[in-house]
């Protein structure tokens, strides 16, 4: 996992640490804590979900970025493109 990545998952944590604290340490009913602890558990695994779709969009398209630049390098070496200007 990168760099981004490894940020991405301690700020998701974080984010989950400090709502629950907040939730947990709110003067409410114990029924309303546990409604507002389920909603915001809700919410952290819909956010959750939508970074790992865009996570493995941006690798799709970064694998077709290689694949596109692999096959344009091999395209020149076969065509002759890549010889040296001494080997006429």
Known sequence: ????GKL????????AVGVVAGVLTAPKSGRDTRSDIRNKA???KDQAA???DDAVFKAEEIA???????AEVIDK????????????
């Open 1 to 4: 996992m990168g760099a981004k």
């Open 8 to 15: 991405a998952v301690g700020a998701i944590i974080g984010a």
């Open 42 to 44: 809700e919410d952290a």
């Open 50 to 52: 939508l970074k790992r």
């Open 64 to 70: 077709d970025d290689v694949r596109v630049k692999a």
């Open 77 to 88: 070496f076969m065509s002759g493109k890549g010889k040296n200007k001494n080997d006429n």
